[in-house]
């Protein structure tokens, strides 16, 4: 690959500083673990070939990946590309007729090759969304390999008991000819494809230890360029092999944040608990919406009250994380619910304004690598947060995540330092503390 992206992915946790003046006295004093090496922040893009166009999607992502590549993305994940299923289909890309068949809606292979070509010269991974749980009904395995499927006591294939999912075949993993064929349809799109890994769709539905098999067969041909999703939250799932796994509820905790139910001191007991059992070089992807969220509950701006509530609680979740999601249609501050299933082609103009306010931020963001050689700190101030990432250099973002205008007062050590103000470009002195309106943030830079 050219330009090829190297990760380095150290697992980090988050302090709470919770003195209402943001000074030290609430500081851990035990001496700091974390390394003096600077590590790098991982941004994935979970692109929906749904709302890029009605034919052709693969090749309308490959016309969007300056602009993606400007939030900051490091991985590229494509939502199921490949031919879907039709008998007792809803529409879900998850249903999955051939895993080695791009879906002629969107493209074909050359059109694939040529996307993670083009991504991969501007230093970005893809990642191919796997679906191992099922397969649509009118998969040829069901016919050719009843033995595959899970059945019921008249010898009938069944869905998944319990989920509501009629228009898929759920797999049975105690055929051993089913996990070869899974790991070999893997295979293929490394081989065919040189894509760099998959996000593992309902990861906790399949054997763990058949992702363990099917992760170290990868390696032996991507070696550890290899980057694994897994959609779960067991952290069981990272001895399996798994760089990431998904931090579930750290969403709805912020959520919570938002609507007053809960303060910041409650985000950071759901951090705590949140990275237990993360081993070093691991991590939680985090977010603030999803295709499933935007489908089926809402979106991001009717969660966080406004679009400068949603781009708030981006930069919390972001600043808090060493891994944050962006899901396509949320830079452009899209307000309605967004189907997975069917076709809503976006107009990515929009709101210029708003995706500029993205992309400013993740700039700021992926510029704080050099410098996070110590752990991301989390402060209160009343319900004004602040979050220092970084070590003795780094950015410090100041929120306000309510509906009035707030006081916060800036952590005391971090007042008084020359920094850049992201908004304006201007050097400032970062002041004792400011008001902000109603969700508004302000970036500070310290170089």
Do not use: C, W
């Given at each position: 690959m050219n330009t090829r992206?190297?990760?380095?992915?150290?697992?980090?946790?988050?302090?709470l500083h919770l003195a209402t003046g943001c000074s030290n006295s609430g500081k851990n004093d035990e001496p700091d673990p974390s390394p003096a090496e600077a590590?790098?922040?991982?941004v994935i893009y979970e692109a929906n070939p749904k709302v890029f166009a009605k034919t052709n999607a693969l090749q309308s992502i490959t016309g969007r990946l300056d602009e993606i590549k400007e939030l900051g993305t490091d991985v590229l994940w494509l939502m199921p590309i490949y031919e879907q299923g039709q008998k007792n289909s809803v529409g879900s890309p998850y249903c999955v007729k051939n895993y080695e068949k791009v879906n002629a809606e969107f493209g074909?292979?050359?059109d694939l090759k040529n996307l993670v070509n083009a991504a991969h010269s501007k230093g970005m991974r893809v990642i191919l969304d796997w679906v191992a749980n099922h397969t649509a009904w009118d998969n040829a395995w069901t016919t050719e390999h009843k033995d595959w499927y899970t059945q019921n006591g008249k010898g009938e294939i069944i869905s998944p008991e319990g989920m509501g999912w009629s228009d898929v075949a759920d797999l049975n993993y105690n055929s051993q000819s089913l996990r070869t064929a899974m790991i070999d349809a893997m295979k293929y799109w490394i081989n065919e494809a040189d894509v760099d890994g998959f996000r593992c769709d309902y990861a906790e539905g399949v054997p763990e230890d058949f992702w363990s098999k099917a992760i170290n067969e990868l390696k032996k041909i991507k070696g550890e360029e290899l980057f694994m999703l897994a959609e779960g939250n067991k952290s069981s799932l990272y001895n399996s092999g798994f760089d990431a796994?998904?931090?579930w509820n750290f969403v709805y905790t912020a959520e919570k944040v938002w609507s007053g139910s809960k303060s910041l001191s409650d985000l950071y007991s759901f951090q705590n608990s949140d990275l237990a059992g993360v081993p070093d070089g691991a991590y939680r992807m985090r977010y603030i919406t999803s295709h499933d969220?935007?489908?089926?509950?809402?979106?991001?701006i009717s969660a966080f009250k406004s679009k400068d509530g949603a781009m708030a609680a981006f930069v919390l979740t972001a600043m808090m994380s060493d891994c944050v999601m962006i899901y396509s249609s949320q830079e452009i501050g899209y307000?309605?619910?967004?189907s997975f299933f069917n076709y809503n082609i976006l107009n990515w103009n929009d709101d210029k304004a708003y995706t500029e306010g993205y992309k400013k931020f993740?700039?700021?963001y992926k510029g704080i690598d050099p410098y996070r050689t110590a752990k991301p700190v989390l402060y209160q101030s009343g319900k004004g947060a602040a979050v220092w990432a970084g070590g003795e250099k780094g950015a410090l973002a100041v929120i306000n995540p309510t509906g009035s205008d707030l006081q916060v007062k800036v952590p005391m050590e971090q007042a008084g330092k020359t920094a850049e103000e992201m908004s304006s470009g201007e050097k400032v002195t970062i002041p004792q503390a400011l008001t902000l309106k109603p969700y508004?943030?302000?970036?500070y830079i310290v170089k």
């Open positions: 992206l190297k990760l380095t992915f150290i697992f980090s946790t988050v302090l590590r790098s922040s991982v074909n292979l050359q796994v998904y931090s969220m935007t489908a089926n509950e809402h979106s991001p307000g309605k619910t967004l993740m700039t700021a508004e943030y302000k970036i």
